[in-house]
């Protein structure tokens, strides 16, 4: 017997909690401790007194529900948004200050949504896998009914009877229908579309007490005539013992990692856990007997946190397959989550942490709590961890590191690919410091809610570039990217972990394998984040050696953010005419500014960002060549960033060894005009042995040599080694070793 049909007898013998209004995300009880100690809780009666003002300006300006015409950013797109928005928030203070205006707001609102619903076709744009009726998308009419279901939920016993008749049979269920039974692509499968669309249906279901529904969204559709063997741009399908996974239940089972990682990565997991926990919320509530976060360990508890984690010294969420930079942790969904989570369970005395840097609390029970709780205690900052999250329903698809020291941040992928939102970027890195990005990964080429820039869609360049190989900081072969740029091809095989350690105060290291990438090639990245007294911040060491049956052609970019301030070679600029680096795979994009050959074995490549200075150092071959470029070619409608990159070219190898060490060493202040330390005291970099079984480098500066041993084999850290080179002998223990000799 499986678990979904245990779950389905329970759910048969077990009706809905038919208790007082409101009953989702707020109830009675709970509006009690808010009235009666709203004084104790200064941060939400700021809140509060925020939105009274807001609505009660709406109010004045009167509602407005327009025809649906126009795509993200657009008027009546933009005008959507903010109705339910002004629902939902209205539905809230109906219920804390008692004044009738506000339900009566929402229930004008409601019924001219119920008088336009039934008349409405698809949206006109029809640009979208699954187009909605309100919105361009089915995904945005799930957020409206998300946000709606708790507002008619609060104002549930402001209705009579036969108002609430007419809303649901106008315009509820077959909205909950157009998203279910009418787009099951759409609603059946595992994807964050799907839990949006899970949670809408189920909300309004609760909302209803509606068991019909409430079953829909736990279960899914037990018969929607799609391929369960498909796999498209859109995202996938999992089977398990030849049963599709869908609903609810679903989502939590195969949308995380045991450790709470988000496939798709950390913007998309920051979208998706708003629906997760509403909806949960509301369960909690309402249906207790599921249990809900107890549900595959606490996951959402874990989701959560590990969500604040992946976030850079700054607050910004990494960069991980197609993000928008800039999102932070004060999001109004991490807000939320924080607050909730912390109801739910507040021996997390970390959420309360970044509550109080967030500074803001949810509009409910939670976001009161933990306002209460923010006056009574003295916090600490959040610790940030070097940690490794696998990914993959067992964790053991990859995952992706994230190393730190004082400041300064690597993360390092070697994850799944993340369905259609995922990057062909394995064994990709980025590093950041308390000044913001260092080296970067691009992110999505997508300009999110603005109508100029596509409706704010995602942009074609954003397929033709930003998710391929070249754009990230990976080995590219043959100038083409990973897996031939097929989502199918990826999502069948994973990188592997080798090891991680940051058990060591002053070194962190992760190293991944990714053999699958390229036909007949095999490639294993390590990288370590190295703290030292002789260097002013930590520096970065990467070892990343690349095996092929054949002569291939290897570049590895360097996509630094910055000004090109000196290098150790001599290589002239394009000055009268610029053309694309090559004709697909993202490389028709980047403008060759200038090529030249590297003749030493050692360079250095010097830059200034965020008013810092930085080099990386080399190891080199005869033969070996830097391209210097930049994004932006073949961009007609000036969609890309104008980013640098250096390329480091290997042509025509077998066995390539890349050493580079990275050295954040200056600072320049635009205020006084004077550079502090603008040159790097490393003053070699260089590959000392490598066999099959491992590998020996050298980096030195004036008075030191440091030298970096590592197994390339033998993954045990209890394993002895020794490596003759010449007529010394090199002995450690376990996977790698760095050793500082004084010259």
Not at 31 to 45: D, M, R, V
Not at 99 to 127: C, D, I, Q, R, W
Not at 693 to 709: G, K, M, P, R
Request: proline share 3%; net charge negative; with cysteine.
């Amino acid at each position: 017997m499986t678990k979904y049909y245990i779950l389905f007898l329970l759910f048969s013998c077990t009706t809905l909690l038919s208790a007082q209004r409101p009953s989702l995300t707020l109830t009675k009880e709970g509006i009690t401790k808010i009235k009666s100690g709203l004084k104790t809780a200064p941060l939400f009666e700021k809140e509060l007194l925020q939105i009274q003002k807001e609505i009660d300006l709406a109010i004045l300006k009167g509602i407005d529900v327009p025809i649906p015409k126009d795509m993200a950013g657009g008027y009546t797109h933009q005008q959507h948004k903010v109705n339910y928005n002004l629902m939902h928030k209205a539905g809230n203070l109906y219920q804390f200050t008692g004044n009738e205006k506000y339900a009566s707001f929402v229930k004008e609102m409601l019924f001219a949504y119920a008088e336009m619903y039934p008349s409405l076709g698809l949206h006109p744009t029809m640009k979208s896998y699954a187009t909605g009726k309100i919105f361009w998308q089915c995904l945005n009419d799930a957020n409206w009914l998300v946000f709606t279901s708790q507002a008619y939920d609060c104002i549930y016993d402001f209705l009579s009877a036969s108002e609430r008749e007419k809303l649901e049979i106008d315009l509820f269920i077959p909205f909950a229908n157009f998203l279910s039974e009418e787009n099951p692509k759409f609603f059946n499968r595992i994807h964050n579309h799907s839990t949006w669309a899970n949670a809408a249906v189920g909300l309004m279901a609760l909302a209803m007490n509606n068991d019909t529904l409430l079953h829909k969204a736990l279960y899914g559709l037990e018969d929607d005539g799609i391929n369960p063997d498909e796999i498209d741009n859109d995202g996938g399908y999992i089977k398990k013992d030849g049963i599709r996974q869908t609903g609810f239940l679903a989502q939590l089972d195969y949308s995380f990692s045991p450790e709470g990682y988000f496939s798709e990565g950390p913007y998309y997991q920051r979208y998706a856990i708003f629906p997760f926990l509403v909806f949960s919320h509301a369960l909690h509530n309402k249906r207790p007997d599921l249990k809900i976060f107890e549900y595959r360990n606490g996951i959402l508890k874990k989701a959560t946190n590990t969500l604040l984690q992946l976030t850079d010294p700054q607050g910004k969420f990494f960069a991980i397959n197609d993000s928008q930079k800039g999102m932070t942790y004060k999001a109004f969904e991490i807000v939320m989550a924080v607050d909730l989570m912390y109801l739910i369970d507040n021996s997390q005395v970390q959420l309360l942490e970044w509550a109080a840097k967030q500074n803001k609390v949810a509009f409910n029970i939670a976001g009161f709590y933990v306002a209460q709780k923010l006056e009574t205690m003295n916090l600490s900052e959040p610790v940030k961890e070097s940690r490794v999250y696998g990914d993959g329903v067992n964790g053991d698809k990859g995952g992706i590191s994230v190393l730190r020291i004082d400041d300064a941040e690597l993360l390092f992928k070697f994850s799944t690919h993340g369905m259609g939102h995922g990057h062909f970027d394995r064994l990709s890195y980025s590093f950041y410091n308390d000044a913001g990005e260092v080296l970067q990964d691009y992110g999505a080429v997508r300009w999110v809610n603005v109508d100029q820039k596509a409706g704010g869609r995602y942009l074609p360049e954003n397929k033709t570039f930003g998710k391929q190989t070249i754009a990230h900081n990976t080995a590219t072969i043959n100038m083409g990217s990973q897996y031939k740029a097929k989502v199918k091809n990826a999502e069948v095989v994973d990188p592997v972990m080798y090891y991680f350690d940051a058990d060591q105060e002053n070194i962190k290291v992760v190293s991944a394998i990714e053999n699958n990438a390229y036909a007949n090639v095999n490639q294993h990245r390590t990288m370590m984040l190295y703290k030292d007294a002789e260097f002013s911040q930590p520096l970065i060491l990467d070892l990343f050696t690349i095996e092929s049956k054949e002569g291939v052609n290897i570049d590895l970019p360097l996509w630094y953010t910055g000004h090109l301030m000196k290098t150790s070679f001599t290589c002239g600029k394009n000055l009268s005419s610029l053309s694309p680096l090559g004709e697909k795979d993202g490389y028709q994009h980047i403008w060759q500014e200038g090529t030249c050959s590297v003749n030493e074995d050692y360079f250095a490549f010097n830059w200034f960002g965020n008013n810092r200075f930085y080099t990386q150092h080399s190891a080199s071959h005869a033969g070996d060549k830097v391209v210097m470029g930049r994004a932006g070619a073949n961009d007609p409608n000036f969609n890309l960033r104008s980013d640098p990159v250096m390329i480091h070219r290997k042509l025509n190898t077998k066995e390539a060894i890349f050493f580079n060490v990275l050295e954040a060493h200056g600072t320049y202040s635009k205020t006084t005009e004077i550079p502090k330390d603008p040159y790097s005291s490393i003053e070699n970099v260089k590959v000392i042995h490598s066999d099959k079984d491992y590998i020996i480098c050298a980096f030195s500066n004036q008075d030191y040599t440091w030298e970096v041993l590592f197994a390339r084999t033998d993954n045990n850290s209890n394993s002895i080694h020794e490596v003759s080179v010449g007529a010394k002998n090199y002995r450690w223990n376990g996977i790698y070793q760095i050793t500082k000799l004084k010259k």
